[in-house]
């Protein structure tokens, strides 16, 4: 599919910005499968009320379809159902809005089943009011259609199409709920690993999460240099195997104009990654746009709840450009790093482990003798230093995460602290 990129920059949006939005456009089509055949421009105080261009420059991008034999126009901003309506009628091509594509590419990404239904119930959410422009752009025609139809009382296509959508929601909705029954037993999986120290990366689309998961636990995340390669929160240890043991969650990517239906669902695939007791921010130190994502991210962040967890800031792709020294003194205690260097991914393991050993405890606890089938469970959650035993049972000396002490010392009574 042959596609154009096209913007009015308002005198508010700097250059610098406006461009970096511009080729994040680009990158998304790519991710689309788009080819882009053009990029069109107009500066404008505001954006044109009936069809986001001016008059005159909509002709201009009429022109611009039909030289570049281009199929669609990606718009880098969201518009309303009847600025698409126009644009696409005066136009002649197809046109797509920023936040129709970030829901394309979601709705293609999205793996498991709640992903899969909370980005339709978005998308359905995005297209109502959009079929309701259509239906009465489409005005009596369309009923009178429908009269024939032998549709029962005289329904719009318009007004059919929108009860089904409503219908659907509410049977995605229901589906969710139920999925959510299914999660008590991940919420008992949850409980387990609350005692475990957890580092959850996050940061803007592409900054190399999943590449620095892979490199830190030895697993096989998705790694693609595509925009929101990664849609489901995954779970593994820090390989090789740490003390405390460290658990590592690669996160769904952040962007700007995060479409609003988006954010719901957002916020629940991230939950779990929020519960992390650390967030390794990271961010492509090569972009040139990088400090809008940075402020991006802390921004989303703080949205859904996340503003209070200690972070540790990222700087990776330095291979690729970024000044080290600025971003050092600027950021302090921020790590400037490649994904692609081992010495520094041995950097960043240090480092998030320095974190987690920065508050650990020391308890003894004791283990009767009848309750040696539980050793697996101590064994698991801390350190076990020491061990000694009289007639009753075992003493053990443990040192681990305050919780995850604390929690043992809840459940196996007698003990002493240090
Ligand atoms: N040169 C260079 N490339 C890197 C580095 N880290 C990651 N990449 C590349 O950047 C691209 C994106 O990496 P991912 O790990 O998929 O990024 P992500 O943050 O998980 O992206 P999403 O899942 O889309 O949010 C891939 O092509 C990686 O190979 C690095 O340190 N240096
Ligand atoms: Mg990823």
């Not at 105080?45 to 669609?72: P, V």
Request: hydrophobic share 40%; net charge neutral; proline share 3%.
């Amino acid at each position: 599919m042959r596609a154009i990129v096209a913007a009015v920059q308002r005198p508010s949006v700097s250059d610098l910005e406006f461009e970096a939005s511009l080729t994040e456009l680009r990158q998304l089509a790519k991710t689309l499968g788009f080819e882009v055949v053009g990029r069109f421009t107009q500066k404008r105080s505001a954006f044109d009320a009936a069809a986001y261009f001016g008059t005159g420059k909509r002709e201009e991008l009429k022109e611009e379809i039909r030289e570049n034999r281009a199929e669609i126009v990606l718009i880098d901003h969201e518009i309303s159902p009847s600025q698409a309506f126009n644009l696409e009628k005066q136009v002649g091509g197809e046109v797509m809005d920023r936040t129709m594509v970030i829901l394309e590419i979601f709705h293609r990404h999205a793996r498991s089943r709640i992903a899969r239904a909370q980005v339709e119930i978005a998308r359905l959410g995005y297209m109502a009011p959009r079929l309701r422009e259509a239906a009465k752009q489409a005005g009596p025609k369309d009923r009178a259609r429908s009269g024939t139809g032998g549709r029962s009382g005289g329904e719009s296509h318009g007004e059919l199409d929108r009860r089904k959508i409503r219908d659907r929601i509410a049977e995605l909705q229901k589906e969710l709920d139920a999925m959510g029954a299914g999660r008590s037993t991940q919420r008992a999986r949850r409980q387990e690993r609350q005692g475990l120290a957890r580092v959850a990366l996050v940061g803007y689309t592409n900054a190399g999460k999943s590449t620095l998961m892979r490199a830190l636990t030895g697993n096989e995340a998705l790694v693609a240099d595509k925009l929101f390669a990664t849609l489901d929160t995954t779970v593994r240890a820090l390989h090789p195997e740490s003390v405390p043991r460290v658990l590592v969650s690669d996160t769904v990517g952040f962007i700007k104009n995060l479409p609003h239906g988006l954010v719901a669902s957002f916020k629940s695939t991230l939950d779990e990654a929020l519960e992390a007791s650390l967030l390794a921010h990271v961010v492509d130190a090569s972009d040139p746009g990088f400090e809008r994502q940075l402020e991006v991210t802390e921004e989303v962040l703080d949205e859904i709840g996340a503003k209070a967890v200690p972070r540790l800031l990222v700087f990776n792709k330095i291979d690729r450009g970024g000044d080290e020294a600025a971003l050092r003194e600027k950021y302090s205690g921020c790590i400037v790093m490649s994904a692609k260097s081992e010495g520094d991914v041995a950097r960043l393991r240090e480092a998030i482990l320095t974190f987690f050993e920065r508050d650990l405890m020391e308890a003894e606890i004791f283990l009767p003798w009848t309750a040696q089938n539980r050793r697996g469970e101590i064994f698991a959650s801390c350190k076990v230093l020491e061990e000694r035993a009289d007639g009753e049972g075992a003493f053990l000396r443990v040192r681990g995460e305050p919780q995850a002490v604390k929690r043992l010392r809840d459940q196996f009574g007698r003990m002493k602290d240090r």
